[in-house]
């Protein structure tokens, strides 16, 4: 009779439509995640017309997630200039790569970073701000000589413009003289060799507030049966 009891009662609640009720733990709220941006560059001078490329990253304050969700932007503030000017877009996700970048003067560069959500569990990346990084550019200096003889060209738009020239007394840099380049940009000059032994020289373009100084230094020799030779090294 207590089995028949037990079986009744369970076809009852059956009938009945009793359906079990799954109970599940509450969802997890979604965060608020501090993120910081940070930005590099393997040299920090280059010369116009090279390519620069940009190591960066969005690092996050999360221990269980290092880096942010979405989009930067790497920014170039041109010198003498005002305005920041959006450069390249990226959005790697553990690691930014900015690549490609022309050098056309002296600049400071930024990454920005406007923020984001996780679309999996809604938690929101706060924007954040690289410091600055300072890129100085010398002008594009094409240097050759024969005999010594020494000429080239300079760019970009260094018409009319000086080179100065050093001469090494003892174990210092005197001014022997300051040449100029046409209006193209060309330049040719000769430098004087002693009759033993070298004499060495410095070559410098000055720099200015758009571009870095640029210098090299050579010598001049000589010796019999052949004319005064010039070798400049960069």
Same mark, same amino acid.
């Given at each position: 009779?207590? /089995?028949?009891?037990?079986?009744?009662?369970?076809?009852?609640?059956?009938?009945?439509?009793?359906?079990?009720?799954?109970?599940?733990?509450?969802?997890?709220?979604?965060?608020?995640?501090?993120?910081?941006?940070?930005?590099?560059?393997?040299?920090?001078?280059?010369?116009?017309?090279?390519?620069?490329?940009?190591?960066?990253?969005?690092?996050?304050?999360?221990?269980?997630?290092?880096?942010?969700?979405?989009?930067?932007?790497?920014?170039?503030?041109?010198?003498?200039?005002?305005?920041?000017?959006?450069?390249?877009?990226?959005?790697?996700?553990?690691?930014?790569?900015?690549?490609?970048?022309?050098?056309?003067?002296?600049?400071?560069?930024?990454?920005?970073?406007?923020?984001?959500?996780?679309?999996?569990?809604?938690?929101?990346?706060?924007?954040?701000?690289?410091?600055?990084?300072?890129?100085?550019?010398?002008?594009?200096?094409?240097?050759?000589?024969?005999?010594?003889?020494?000429?080239? +060209? /300079?760019?970009?738009?260094?018409?009319?413009?000086?080179?100065?020239?050093?001469?090494?007394?003892?174990?210092?840099?005197?001014?022997?003289?300051?040449?100029?380049?046409? +209006?193209?940009?060309?330049?040719?000059?000769?430098?004087?060799?002693?009759?033993?032994?070298?004499?060495?020289?410095? /070559?410098?373009?000055?720099?200015?507030?758009?571009?870095?100084?640029?210098?090299?230094?050579?010598?001049?020799?000589?010796?019999?049966?052949?004319?005064?030779?010039?070798? /400049?090294?960069?």
């Amino acid at each position: 009779m207590r /089995i028949t009891r037990l079986i009744a009662g369970t076809l009852t609640a059956g009938l009945l439509g009793i359906t079990p009720i799954a109970i599940s733990a509450p969802a997890s709220a979604a965060v608020t995640v501090d993120t910081a941006a940070t930005i590099t560059s393997s040299k920090s001078t280059y010369v116009y017309g090279e390519t620069i490329n940009f190591d960066a990253a969005v690092t996050t304050s999360d221990p269980e997630r290092a880096y942010a969700p979405g989009e930067a932007t790497l920014y170039m503030l041109a010198a003498g200039s005002s305005a920041w000017e959006a450069v390249a877009t990226d959005d790697g996700v553990s690691y930014l790569y900015f690549s490609g970048i022309k050098a056309r003067g002296n600049a400071a560069y930024k990454v920005v970073y406007a923020g984001g959500t996780d679309l999996y569990d809604g938690d929101v990346f706060n924007p954040s701000e690289s410091a600055p990084i300072t890129v100085n550019v010398a002008r594009k200096v094409v240097l050759k000589s024969t005999s010594n003889r020494l000429f080239g +060209k /300079i760019a970009p738009k260094y018409k009319r413009k000086p080179i100065k020239v050093q001469k090494k007394v003892g174990k210092k840099w005197k001014k022997y003289k300051t040449f100029k380049t046409n +209006k193209k940009g060309k330049f040719s000059f000769k430098l004087p060799a002693p009759r033993r032994g070298k004499t060495f020289w410095k /070559i410098t373009v000055p720099g200015n507030k758009q571009f870095a100084t640029w210098q090299t230094t050579g010598s001049t020799y000589s010796y019999r049966g052949v004319a005064p030779r010039a070798s /400049i090294t960069n």
